[in-house]
Every structure is written in C-alpha cells, then in structure tokens.
C-alpha cells in the first residue's frame, strides 16, 4: 500500500439560498479524485485557479470536510481526520502566502511553538531552544525569535512557515502553492531549500501548484485537475513529454521557454495542440457532459470558460 492514498475524494460544498437559507445546490469542489503517493517523493497536484487542488489538500489534513471517498495514510484510514489526532502531527500544511498565513500580531516564537504548544508538553526553555533549532535549521537567525513577521522579508517568512511545518518532525508535507506569492527571484531558493530538508528529514510532499516550470523541478508524479476532477496523471517525465489530454497539452503548450531552440519546438507544438483543439474539441465531452470547453491557446495564460449548457 502506498503512503497515502486518495480514493475517490469527493468535496461538495452546499450552495445556500432562498429566505430561509435552504440548500439549493452544490459546488462540486472536488468530484472523485483518486491517487496515491510513495514515501519520500513529491507528488503534483496541478489545475487552474478553482479546479479544486487547495480543497483536496484541505481534505486530507481535515479542513474540508470529505462527502464521500476515503484516505488512507501510513497504513491507516484517516478520513475526515480531527484537529487534535494524533496522526495530524504527521501531516503538516506549508500555505501560499507567508503575508496572510502567520499572524501579524504575533512574534515569531508564537508562530513556530504554536504546534508545538498543541501536541507536546515542553518548558518554556525546553520551546525556546527547540524554536532557535528550528529557525537555525531553516536559515535564519535564531536571535530572531522575538521578532513579528513583518520585520522579514517574503522569501524569510515562508521559511518561518516551513519551520512552523516542520517543528513536530512531520512525515508528509501538504505545500499550497507554497512559492506562488514570492518574487522569481527568491522563489529557486525556497524550492531548493524545501529539497534538501525532504532528503535531510524524510519527508514526502504532495505539492499543489499551478507554475508548471516549478511543479516539473519539484515533483516526480503529477495528477492533473480541471473542475474537480482528474484529466491526466503520470510521471512528470510522461506529462512533459508526452501529454495525453488536450487541457494537459494546452497547459504544457503554455509555458514559455527561454531557451531559443526550444522555444521554437514550443512554438511548433503549440500550433499543433491549437489546431487539435479547434478541430475537435466537441469529444472532450465526459460521460456526465462536464466540457473541457477552453479558451483558444494564448502565450501567455490558459482560462477555462463556463461549462457548455
Ligand atoms: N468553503 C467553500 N465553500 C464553497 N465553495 C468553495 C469553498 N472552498 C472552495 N470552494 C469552491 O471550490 C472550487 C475549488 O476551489 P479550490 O480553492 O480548491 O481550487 P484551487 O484549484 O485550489 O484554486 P486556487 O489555485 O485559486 O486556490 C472553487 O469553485 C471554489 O470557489
């Protein structure tokens, strides 16, 4: 069995209207996803903005609550999982944005201590020393601990965030789009840095991203999202290379490439997928009509239009 398994995950979030706030329907955030991950790697979930990647983490670490499906983890079944499981010292969330995701009001060895605060009965010395590690390990300055995040950069506080994630010795790793809100310039560091502490605390990753340049450096299997569902899973090397579905292809067809030989390849290609797109895209049709109904290939951004009605 593998490390963690997702098997037909489904997360409907009810739609509320009417005076008397009455269920009217559902938003299908999430509508049977299945996958499973080994111990050790780092696994992809990719999608476009709203096709549900965020709510399937979510999910799994029981901040969604789950509609159907089951997850199963290190062996055990951990469905719907409680805040104070035991297991959920184990997983740990790292989120998007290191601005809005630690508290401002806070000093930084409030931030860091505070999983520590929830699952294990340490001094105040005892804290102290195992926040200084923590910040000392991530690359900051262990004299900082009496500082507020604002006093660090973007790049610094989403290792303040990591050492937050890290600081119960986790096993897996949930990364929401962990670099997406930090300057290109920072964001290679903290992937580099989230490298070497997988190897160095054996740790597994699932990895949700939208940057498919980033998500090709960081992981080694992707599974592929659009409205809640999956439309392609493989090993990055089989997505990058030879992408099956054509929402896959036009996502790999949209990412720009600085090296000028293959930017002509890209161009070639993304010719190609346009034209396979137009020609035929009445069969990217599901059984229950969900449309894979896209927008024309721009170089720049892929935008999924409304559902065919
Ligand atoms: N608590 C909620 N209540 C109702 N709808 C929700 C809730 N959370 C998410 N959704 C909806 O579920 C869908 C999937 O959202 P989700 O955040 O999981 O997507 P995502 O792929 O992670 O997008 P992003 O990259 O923008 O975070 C969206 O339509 C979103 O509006």
Redesign the pocket.
């Known amino acids: 069995m593998a490390f963690l398994e997702v098997e037909d995950l489904k997360v409907h979030?009810p739609i509320k209207g009417g005076i008397f706030g009455r269920t009217v329907g559902h938003?299908k955030?999430v509508d049977g996803v299945s996958f499973s991950l080994e111990k050790g790697k780092t696994y992809g979930l990719v999608?476009e903005?709203?096709?549900?990647?965020?709510?399937t983490g979510r999910a799994i670490i029981g901040l969604n609550k789950i509609t159907s499906g089951k997850v199963m983890f290190d062996g055990r079944d951990i469905t719907g999982m409680k805040s104070k499981s035991d297991v959920r010292k184990d997983i740990q969330m790292i989120f998007q944005d290191p601005y809005s995701s630690l508290n401002a009001k806070k000093r930084v060895i409030d931030i860091v201590a505070e999983p520590l605060r929830n699952f294990e009965k340490l001094s105040k010395k005892e804290e102290r020393i195992r926040v200084q590690e923590l910040m000392e390990l991530v690359g900051l300055s262990p004299e900082s601990i009496l500082k507020y995040p604002h006093e660090f950069s973007g790049g610094q506080r989403q290792r303040i965030g990591i050492a937050r994630a890290i600081a119960l010795k986790p096993k897996l790793i949930i990364a929401d789009?962990p670099v997406s809100a930090l300057d290109v310039s920072v964001q290679a560091q903290v992937l580099n840095f989230m490298q070497d502490i997988q190897e160095e605390l054996d740790l597994t990753y699932l990895f949700i991203g939208?940057d498919l340049g980033v998500i090709k450096h960081m992981c080694d299997n992707i599974g592929i999202m659009y409205k809640g569902r999956y439309v392609e899973e493989g090993t990055t090397e089989e997505i990058f290379t030879n992408p099956q579905h054509i929402y896959t292809k036009r996502l790999v067809a949209a990412i720009p490439d600085i090296d000028p030989k293959k930017r002509q390849e890209q161009t070639q290609f993304r010719q190609e997928v346009k034209a396979e797109y137009e020609q035929s895209y009445n069969d990217y049709f599901d059984d229950e009509g969900l449309a894979y109904q896209l927008q024309p290939v721009s170089d720049t951004h892929l935008v999924a239009l409304p559902e065919k009605g």
């Open positions: 979030f938003v955030a999608g903005s709203g096709s549900g990647k965020t709510t789009e939208h």
